[in-house]
Nanobody, 117 residues
Framework: QVQLVESGGGLVQPGGSLRLSCAASGFSFRMYGMSWYRQAPEKERELVAGIASTGGSTMYADSVKGRFSISRDNAKNTVYLQMNSLKPEDTAVYYC??????????WGQGTQVTVSS
């Protein structure tokens, strides 16, 4: 079955960096676009970044443009989110998500990112 496992979250000071990873299994990873979302306490889940199946096209939320970078390694079935110049408002649980595979999408369990001094 489809599995997505995020890792790399943690506590970081403002201005710091983290790289999140999402390891995928159970489907043909190279055929599907992938996205990163985040959800802060008492807020709705929001799209952070997305990447096409080949990695040739990416998109970012305005709030992270110029600071975050999404990438993927289809040989390793993994999608990454490099986060630089982190701000306290980036604090959230970060999730990776597949594009539609058949009739549904799939989510990972999430990884906590806390930006605080």
């Amino acid at each position: 079955q489809v599995q997505l496992v995020e890792s790399g979250g943690g506590l970081v000071q403002p201005g710091g960096s983290l790289r999140l990873s999402c390891a995928a299994s159970g489907f043909s990873f190279r055929m599907y676009g992938m996205s990163w979302y985040r959800q802060a306490p008492e807020k709705e889940r929001e799209l952070v970044a997305g990447i096409a199946s080949t990695g040739g096209s990416t998109m970012y939320a305005d709030s992270v443009k110029g600071r975050f970078s999404i990438s993927r390694d289809n040989a390793k079935n993994t999608v990454y989110l490099q986060m630089n110049s982190l701000k306290p408002e980036d604090t959230a649980v970060y999730y990776c998500k597949t594009d539609f595979i058949g009739w549904r999408t799939y989510w990972g369990q999430g990884t906590q990112v806390t930006v605080s001094s």
